[in-house]
């Protein structure tokens, strides 16, 4: 096993060699992108690639820049990557949770190839790993939950249960609880990312069930156009503002920004300057945006709210404080105590007070 | 006037011309495609077929696309017996998940012992006999209730898709991982992993058990008892039933051994290529298996050939998705026309085109 390896990297590197890799020769910056999703699948995949094309507009002719879309993942993500290096890429962002071992395997077989990879944890002298603190905007999106729902259920649209998820159900919860004590959460897991149907159907059962506000995890728009057809329910847009659904039904949303994060990246390339970073970035550099809450929210929640973003970006205030117990009542954060990155990076428990299981 | 004549056999000929014939006007409509699309439609085809094989990253490119063969083979030469006897799996998908989450099980289970000599037969067998009985479950109703085993076998494939994305974020999921969904990585198991052969060969055990079956297939077909009998049950399914063949052996063996093929074939990929337990496993290497079973004919060597030419057009679309910017549905179109022509073409295969106006009736 270990030889084999060790023939495969050297492979890689004496077939980079031959290829005359890497372009630095060149005098543009080969920037390369791979998606899950189609680029205009109106969620994770398309905010990825705005924020991409951002990135490329604000460098004009001194980048070159590769995409492909519907990248499966597994073995054919591996080769995708494998085939960017091979193009010529000198960075390679890959977008994806389920790219993590395919590229930390290809980086492996191109070490003067820069790889980003979104969302993992595994990270390498030539793969920085980034993401979003997403919980935070579900504190805010929580706390106006709270506040406008008149029958005290809130409804919740989870996706895939893994730890970033979770997080958004607590810390969306913890909020709502504390200026309502009278809260309860509903929470459907589709087990999928994007799927308009799936989301349209959980968001009515929910409706049905009394929640008149109904947050999401998922990418589409399907939940804000249940909650119209059914009035008086509230929605928050995800990923994207999804304005076109304000004032009513939606009254804020978190929206995904990577471009300060993309720009920043490959400027660093250009300067000789990347190193492997971990990266976790949230309202305070913009990565994690706020969409405007809408005027159908008295002014004075608004300012809660709006105090809330605020306190967060100027980091005064960290969303999981304690005290906090567990959903079996053991403690978890004592009192004034925050959560630490390791703890937020793998939470696969409820805080108490969220009924029902984590599936699994 | 031009019109369609039946032939009174089928045409030799054409039975093997209209593959090729099919290939080739697979390649003049994507070359329109991809001029409607703006881009150079010779660079395209070029991307797709010439540079895959010849082109200056070949050594790359030559064992992804035998790796990405192997399981198209082994599931289509399963396929390939109960299709020429007239019995549908259309669920090899469902059978190719089973067989990697049975592979994958028996690995994880002994994980992290190191006994290659043991764990890896026993995952090949598990994997087999994952398969095997997965598909066991559509034979048995066909034969006992006389269900239609198109049906049931199609609808099982979205029970192992439901099964492998539970599995994956339950018992199977890494406990080292964080809480993302997902197995361990058994490629960087040792005693499991199913990787090159000789390393960048893309020669794998899968790759070659494929080649085993599809020579172990080719004698059945041409030397054995069991292939007249599928071969008659195909053609002439009265003339089978007094010559006493029995229907009910038939699908029970000729579903059972497209499951136990599809089944190895998803252990070897999820040990090999895949390396997890992933809810994004199923690639539909099922379903395009059953296209590279008609495009080879039903015959073992021409499934061999289907199924590097699929394999090629997976491996040389990615590389033009990637080079020239198309769109990842224009690969998938141009695909799904190969299998078009095929039957387009097919036509000529049992008909024949004549001038004029046919003899009153």
């Known amino acids: 096993m270990k030889r084999r390896t060790l023939l495969a990297t050297g492979a890689g590197a004496a077939l980079a060699a031959a290829m005359g890799m890497p372009a630095s020769a060149q005098d543009k910056t080969k920037v390369g992108f791979i998606y899950v999703g189609p680029i205009n699948d109106g969620g994770w995949t398309q905010h990825h690639h705005h924020s991409a094309m951002e990135m490329v507009e604000h460098f004009g002719d001194a980048v070159e820049f590769v995409y492909q879309e519907s990248v499966p993942e597994g073995p054919d993500a591996e080769r995708a990557i494998t085939q960017m290096a091979l193009g010529g890429a000198d960075i390679i962002f890959t977008t994806s949770f389920g790219f993590m071992d395919p590229t930390v395997n290809v980086a492996a077989n191109f070490p003067n190839v820069k790889f980003e990879h979104a969302t993992g944890y595994k990270q390498a002298d030539n793969v920085s790993v980034y993401s979003a603190r997403f919980y935070e905007g579900r504190a805010i999106q929580g706390t106006l939950a709270g506040r406008m729902t008149t029958t005290n259920k809130v409804g919740y649209i989870a996706s895939v249960p893994i730890p970033e998820v979770i997080r958004g159900i607590n810390a969306a919860y913890i909020h709502a609880k504390k200026v309502n004590p009278d809260i309860e959460f509903k929470i459907i897991w589709i087990f999928e990312w994007l799927n308009p149907a799936k989301e349209a159907d959980a968001a009515k059962a929910l409706i049905e069930q009394g929640c008149d506000v109904v947050l999401q995890h998922t990418d589409s728009t399907a939940p804000h156009q249940a909650a119209r057809e059914a009035g008086g329910v509230y929605t928050f847009g995800q990923a994207a503002d999804m304005a076109e659904f304000a004032p009513m039904p939606r009254i804020s949303s978190i929206i995904d920004n990577w471009a300060p994060y993309y720009i920043d990246r490959v400027q660093a390339v250009m300067d000789g300057t990347w190193s492997s970073v971990s990266t976790w970035d949230g309202i305070s550099t913009g990565m994690v945006g706020i969409g405007e809450v809408s005027d159908v929210v008295p002014a004075e929640w608004k300012a809660e709210a709006e105090a809330m973003r605020d306190a967060i970006a100027a980091g005064t205030y960290h969303p999981f404080t304690g005290p906090i117990n567990k959903q079996d009542g053991s403690p978890w954060l004592a009192e004034g105590e925050t959560a630490s990155d390791g703890d937020l990076a793998s939470m696969f428990f409820y805080v108490e007070g969220v009924e029902g299981e984590i599936p699994s | ?361």
């Open chain 2, 1 to 361: 006037m031009l019109r369609l004549e039946k032939r009174p056999q089928p045409s030799r000929g054409w039975t093997y011309g209209a593959p090729v014939l099919a290939v080739f006007l697979t390649i003049v409509l994507g070359m329109g495609l991809f001029a409607l699309l703006g881009k150079d439609p010779l660079v395209a085809i070029r991307t797709i077929f010439w540079d895959p094989i010849f082109g200056p990253f070949a050594h790359f490119y030559r064992p992804e696309i035998i790796k990405k063969a192997a399981p198209l083979v082994l599931i289509a030469v399963g396929l390939s017996f109960g299709f020429r006897a007239g019995i549908w799996n259309i669920g090899a998908e469902g059978q190719y998940i089973i067989g990697a989450i049975c592979g994958a099980a028996v690995a994880l289970a002994f994980y992290p012992m190191d006994a290659r000599w043991l764990i890896f037969p026993l995952m090949i067998a598990a994997g087999v006999l994952g398969g095997f009985l997965w598909a066991m479950i559509p034979a048995l109703l066909r034969v006992r209730f006389n269900t239609n085993e198109i049906l049931v076998s199609l609808m099982l494939v979205y029970v192992a898709d439901v099964l492998i994305k539970a599995f994956s974020i339950g018992v199977l999921r890494n406990p080292e991982g964080f809480g993302m969904p997902g197995s361990r990585n058994l490629r960087q198991y040792p005693s499991a992993a199913n990787l090159d052969l000789i390393p960048n060969s893309g020669l794998h055990w899968g790759s070659l058990v494929a080649l085993f079956a599809v020579i172990f297939a080719y004698i059945l077909f041409t030397r054995h008892h069991f292939g007249f009998q599928v071969r008659l049950a195909g053609q002439s399914p009265r003339a089978a039933r007094f010559a006493g063949i029995n229907a009910n052996r038939l699908v029970i063996l000729c579903l059972g051994i497209s499951g136990a093929l599809a089944g190895v074939a998803g252990m070897f990929q999820v040990a090999g290529p895949s390396g997890q337990i992933l809810g994004s496993f199923p690639s539909f290497y099922g379903f395009t298996a059953i296209i590279v079973a008609f495009l080879g004919r039903l015959h073992p060597v021409g499934i061999l050939c289907a199924g590097l030419i699929m394999a090629l057009t997976y491996i040389g679309g990615q590389a033009a998705e990637a080079q020239l910017n198309l769109p990842a549905a224009a690969i998938l179109t141009f695909q799904g026309m190969l299998l078009f022509c095929l039957l387009a073409v097919d036509v000529l295969t049992n008909y024949r085109f004549r001038l004029g106006q046919g003899e009153a009736r």
